[in-house]
């Protein structure tokens, strides 16, 4: 991704390194690779385990499982670039999302909104601008009053669960009652054997476009110099209550569009989140190389490590093996990319 | 004291004061640079250096006092309005980001973008450009141990990250450089090349501030030296007019001089 050439690592000081060293630096240079390396690692394993895993079919299945998490996961590794945590992350997606539902199915009924009566793009609009609001709220918190946001997202990802109950009654809106528009991003298309959700393609965009974004602007720049000291950053002329601001509500952006992809996935709106999708997006974020400190790691990366928790999954069913072994391979996995980071950062030229 | 030039002063402060809560870091302190002159700030531990200077970088906003840049009263909220000015600053800390690139550190905060559409809009970095320019501005200060720019910060020496700081503020500095301690960290070596930047930097015409605790140091390259005490101006003198022991004994409160001696205009 670098549009350095690889030599320059290797220009000045390459015979006082060991190979150990160079290794270091290496990765220190593309944080994506040890991830990368994980990955191919780990189709090999489950290829040899059981050859159905290569097929066509379960490929388009994998990527299909990937994209709620791989689309947030998105958000989840600005917020951390900047040596945040977004923890409300899946249960704002759920707000979103069941917002979205509600007012294009019950809105017309209830009077409550007219102009959004049978108007389902309304609704999704609508749906992805309380994803920005929910952005909004933690990067206010956040930002105007100092608060860490460990904990400000921890009580929001109450405050929004509870919001969802509250307003949406803890209903569920099933795949008849939804409009089509509002299913468009679980539709697939055929590629050659393969079957796309035309939301994978999105989060594809996503990523494309973030990536550039991180990489090319002033702003994805002064993420990362935020993220890595703040108080640099200030001083370098960064305005980092603005900057950290931005990125909770551009997360909040991501959220609402992934609220959106949920319902296009899942086919239903329910008022109950995957327990396990916070987690998983920082999982991503971590396994992808990206530090949990700031300042450090890519967008490549996150979505190499959002593949490579569908992957293990997918992979040990279908060796045979107990989700158990799931939860242990992460686990595994998540550690030796905090290591590695750990030890990636101690590089010396 | 019977100097009375029609210099102007280049930096200005009046009767500064700044409380951090209960403790006055500054006091009413006064401070005069002038065009292509370095001055050093000395004094004790506490004595309102660093928040004197941080002031003029705009990191401080004083309570009260007034600032002038070349006779214009000037009020900064934030390092970018200093910078405007043409007041640029190492920081003791450096405030360099350590994992970007030197490059990119010297241009933090004031990136340059494409032209065009594409820069204006979404604010696209020209990194080509700066690439090249960085190179070029270590170059210039005789920089020749950094050889790729993109370089991640973290993974120089201590010399070497000074280095990139010095060259963020000498590339960028229009009138005033201002550092702060910048060999404490240092060995001999690199002390010595840092004290040669900052002549570099008095010959081609720049005015200079340099916090310092070392004293060889300070009598080495100064024109005048600032003594700060207890938040307030002690007195200013020169490196042929006062010894290093008057110096120390004003930082310390074992002499002091009377007010009307305090101001001193450069002897050229």
């Known amino acids: 991704m670098s549009t350095a050439t690889p030599t320059d690592l290797t220009d000045e000081f390459v015979e006082r390194r060991t190979t150990l060293q160079r290794i270091q630096g290496v990765l220190h240079k593309y944080p994506y690779l040890s991830p990368l390396i994980v990955l191919v690692v780990a189709v090999v394993i489950f290829y040899l385990l059981n050859e159905r895993f290569l097929l066509p079919q379960n490929i388009s299945f994998v990527t299909q499982q990937t994209v709620v998490v791989g689309t947030l996961a998105i958000a989840q590794t600005l917020i951390i670039l900047t040596a945040g945590i977004d923890l409300s992350i899946g249960a704002a997606t759920t707000l979103a999302q069941m917002a979205m539902a509600n007012l294009a199915v019950y809105v017309t009924a209830s009077n409550?909104?007219?102009?959004?009566?049978?108007?389902?793009?309304?609704?999704?609009?609508?749906?992805?601008?309380?994803?920005?609001?929910?952005?909004?709220?933690?990067?206010?918190?956040?930002?105007?009053?100092?608060?860490?946001?460990?904990?400000?997202?921890?009580?929001?990802?109450?405050?929004?669960?509870?919001?969802?109950?509250?307003?949406?009654?803890?209903?569920?809106?099933?795949?008849?009652?939804?409009?089509?528009?509002?299913?468009?991003?679980?539709?697939?298309?055929?590629?050659?054997?393969?079957?796309?959700?035309?939301?994978?393609?999105?989060?594809?965009?996503?990523?494309?476009?973030?990536?550039?974004?991180?990489?090319?602007?002033?702003?994805?720049?002064?993420?990362?110099?935020?993220?890595?000291?703040?108080?640099?950053?200030?001083?370098?002329?960064?305005?980092?209550?603005?900057?950290?601001?931005?990125?909770?509500?551009?997360?909040?952006?991501?959220?609402?569009?992934?609220?959106?992809?949920?319902?296009?996935?899942?086919?239903?709106?329910?008022?109950?989140?995957?327990?396990?999708?916070?987690?998983?997006?920082?999982?991503?974020?971590?396994?992808?190389?990206?530090?949990?400190?700031?300042?450090?790691?890519?967008?490549?990366?996150?979505?190499?490590?959002?593949?490579?928790?569908?992957?293990?999954?997918?992979?040990?069913?279908?060796?045979?093996?107990?989700?158990?072994?799931?939860?242990?391979?992460?686990?595994?996995?998540?550690?030796?990319?905090?290591?590695?980071?750990?030890?990636?950062?101690?590089?010396?030229? | 004291m019977t100097a009375t030039t029609t210099v102007s002063p280049i930096v200005q402060g009046k009767h500064l004061i700044k409380t951090f809560g209960r403790v006055v870091a500054l006091d009413g302190a006064d401070l005069e640079l002038y065009p292509g002159e370095v001055l050093a700030v000395v004094g004790d531990n506490g004595a309102g250096k660093s928040s004197l200077i941080k002031c003029f970088s705009g990191a401080h906003i004083p309570d009260s006092g007034e600032m002038f840049i070349n006779g214009d009263r000037v009020e900064f909220k934030s390092t970018s309005e200093a910078r405007r000015h043409g007041v640029e600053t190492v920081f003791q800390t450096l405030a360099v980001a350590p994992a970007l690139d030197i490059a990119s550190n010297l241009y933090l905060g004031r990136e340059e973008r494409k032209p065009g559409v594409v820069g204006a809009l979404f604010r696209t970095l020209d990194k080509k450009r700066m690439r090249a320019d960085s190179a070029q501005h270590l170059k210039d200060l005789g920089i020749s141990t950094l050889q790729n720019i993109t370089q991640a910060v973290e993974t120089l020496s201590g010399g070497q990250r000074q280095a990139v700081a010095v060259a963020r503020a000498a590339a960028f500095g229009s009138q005033v450089i201002i550092l702060d301690e910048p060999t404490a960290a240092l060995g001999v070596n690199e002390s010595a090349r840092v004290l040669k930047m900052i002549q570099d930097l008095r010959e081609r015409g720049l005015s200079v501030i340099l916090i310092s605790h070392n004293m060889p140091q300070v009598f080495e390259v100064a024109d005048r030296i600032h003594i700060a005490r207890l938040g307030k101006r002690a007195a200013v003198v020169t490196p042929r007019s006062a010894s290093m022991n008057d110096v120390v004994a004003v930082m310390t409160g074992a002499m002091t001089v009377p007010e009307n001696e305090q101001q001193l205009t450069p002897v050229n």
């Open chain 1, 112 to 349: 409550v909104l007219p102009i959004a009566g049978q108007n389902p793009y309304l609704a999704i609009f609508i749906g992805i601008l309380v994803g920005v609001l929910t952005g909004v709220i933690n990067g206010f918190l956040i930002v105007r009053l100092s608060l860490p946001p460990f904990i400000v997202t921890l009580g929001t990802l109450s405050v929004f669960t509870a919001l969802t109950l509250i307003l949406f009654k803890a209903r569920t809106i099933q795949k008849p009652e939804m409009p089509e528009v509002m299913q468009w991003l679980g539709n697939t298309f055929q590629i050659g054997e393969f079957q796309l959700l035309y939301g994978v393609v999105l989060m594809l965009i996503l990523y494309a476009i973030f990536g550039y974004i991180l990489k090319n602007t002033a702003w994805g720049l002064h993420v990362y110099a935020v993220g890595d000291d703040p108080n640099a950053a200030e001083l370098s002329g960064i305005s980092t209550k603005r900057v950290v601001f931005s990125v909770y509500v551009v997360a909040g952006l991501i959220v609402g569009i992934a609220a959106w992809l949920t319902i296009g996935r899942v086919g239903s709106a329910s008022p109950n989140p995957d327990p396990l999708l916070n987690l998983d997006t920082i999982t991503a974020v971590v396994i992808g190389g990206t530090s949990l400190f700031g300042g450090r790691g890519t967008i490549l990366g996150t979505l190499i490590g959002a593949f490579i928790i569908t992957v293990v999954q997918n992979g040990l069913s279908l060796a045979g093996l107990d989700q158990a072994y799931r939860v242990l391979a992460i686990g595994i996995l998540v550690i030796i990319a905090v290591a590695t980071d750990q030890w990636i950062r101690k590089v010396k030229a």
